[in-house]
């Protein structure tokens, strides 16, 4: 039994009274990504394994340890460990570099990992996410920053911290893989087996290990910040006066290398200290090598994902507001058949108008219909009887201040009570 009325650990669910939450981040995001001229995407849950192996890197925690691969009739799929891949790869797919440049596209989607769950940390969890294609200068680096930033203060998340770091080119990367070798060469046995083979294809990744040995052998390492050839560095410049001149803060951190394998220059992660361990809530930055990669023309470009599972934690944990559900407007009760054929009219009529309105499905007493009205917050309610039928009136009863008011059950009722239930509200307000 425990096996079908138990999750699957990793994973979890959104129960009604919590999904206000994700409405609320959802909506937030989109509206900012909108107002920087981002247009929604959607893609497809998996993609082809090899996607992901070529773009997030072979070397990578990601590709190594944490995907989840499905065998289809024919070939493997796998389950999106993160979205820019397969953005891109629809960007590509569907011509839309020979739209308007840059091209501007943000995503909200489910994403896998087969990490070590824990709290901030599951199998499944979701992104919003923003991509940017066809500019080369640091001021689409600080356009996203800047966009990233934006959300985060429009939840109402406090203190929260932006790193930014730059990790060269291939060009400047070549120099600096040479130092990073002859560091971890004396403790080369010493690396995990996985950083032991990354020493020769992929030095940097070493840095991003989990273990804490390899980290703490490479605690000292050499840093990309103190290799970078004058192209990165200027880059790097021009990117931070902006971000001075915009006045978004932020620190440089010489140690962020980020665990995916496209990125080239700026990186950056905005972080918090609210939720333990797992306080990145965002991490992004340029892969101006990447559209190259997949096959398209040499494209520079660049993104950022935050994490919704921790940008709500974070909420909770800060006290940031949500958006409140949406509670009935109106319960209509009902003795009798007549009456509750009544009531189902008046109930339709209503929510034609759009109002969130409910009546007894139930066949529930007067006494028990009333309960439900109240514990589903109703703001208004009203019993229908042979009685209130007979003589085509009723009385609405405010739930909260116990106001009763009489209303007629004919063509008015659906104006009077907006009249009523707009005074209320206004009221509420005051
Ligand atoms: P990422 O840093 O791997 O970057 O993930 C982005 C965010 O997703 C993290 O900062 C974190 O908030 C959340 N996240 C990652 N893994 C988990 C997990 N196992 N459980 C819960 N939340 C998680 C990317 O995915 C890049 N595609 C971002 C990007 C877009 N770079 C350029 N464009």
Redesign the pocket.
Known sequence: MELITTRIK?MEDVVPSEVHKWQTVESVAADVAENYGFREIRIPTFENTELFVRS?GETTD?VQK?MFTVMGRESKFTLR?????G?IRAVLQNGLLNEALPQKVFYILS?F?H?K?QA????????F???MAGSASPAADAE?ISMANSVIEKLGLKDIELHINSIGCPHCRAEYYKKLREFFEPNKDKLCPTCQSRLEKNPMRILDCKSEICKEIGKDAPLMIDYLCDECKEHFETLKKYLDEMGIKYSIDPKIV???D??TKTVF??ITTSIGA?G????????DGLIEEMGGNPTP???????????IMTMEKQGCEFISPRECDIYIGSMGDAAGIKAASLVKALRDEGYRAEWDVMGRGVKAQMKYANKIGSAFSMILGDNELAEGKAKLKNMKSGEETEIALDSSFIDNFANIHTADMLASEL
Do not use: I
């Open positions: 990793g997030v990601v944490e460990p993160e979205g820019t891949a953005t994403c990992r990490e769950p901030g940390r599951l199998w499944e969890f979701h992104q996410g923003a991509e996203m980020r665990g995916l496209y990125y992660e905005f797992q990145t809530v965002c991490g992004g930055g340029r892969y470009a660049l993104g950022f994902a935050m994490g919704l599972e921790r940008l």
